[in-house]
């Protein structure tokens, strides 16, 4: 039996070897602008992280459906928990700073679009949730969609500001 990189088929890996990112088929309460749903779960602290993320906006190199969506989920979010802090801005020095290459900027890592609420910002967080992250993400030069990710505070492995944001809001 072939056992590459001394794994083997139908192998559990523990606790000390592994975490898994499981994408969900459906979820319980999902809300209507996301579409994919995942999470990083652990042996020893189970789901440790929820993401969801919208639909993907192609053909959109000025991002204007993903930045709607991004701005009305944060009103929403803001209006739940609070008081958050954004980074939403070009690098001085972009290459791909013009209005119709808000995508690209993005994939390229020249600009950030990402809202963040934490017990740290002053945000209202249930006691579960250690931190939301709300940010647009780039598929390609003209595709983006909107994520949100939830870390939960039974994940030991996540500090403050580790990662980038699932419930129905």
Known sequence: MPNPFGLTA????NADTAEYWVNFFAVPK???DFKEY?????PEQGLVTVAAY???FDEDAAGYGARRLYDRLKNQLSSVYGSSRSAEFIEDDALWSDHDEFVRSILTDERCHFTQWSPDHGSRLDAEIK???LS????SDEAAKVMIRYEFTNNALAGPGMSVGLSSL
Not at 10 to 13: D, I, N, R
Not at 38 to 42: A, D, E, I, L, N
Not at 136 to 139: F, L
């Open 131 to 133: 931190e939301i992250n």
């Open 10 to 13: 139908g192998q559990t890996p």
């Open 136 to 139: 647009i993400v780039a598929e």
């Open 54 to 56: 919208s639909k993907t």
């Open 30 to 32: 999902p809300h209507p």
């Open 38 to 42: 995942s999470g990083k779960w652990t």
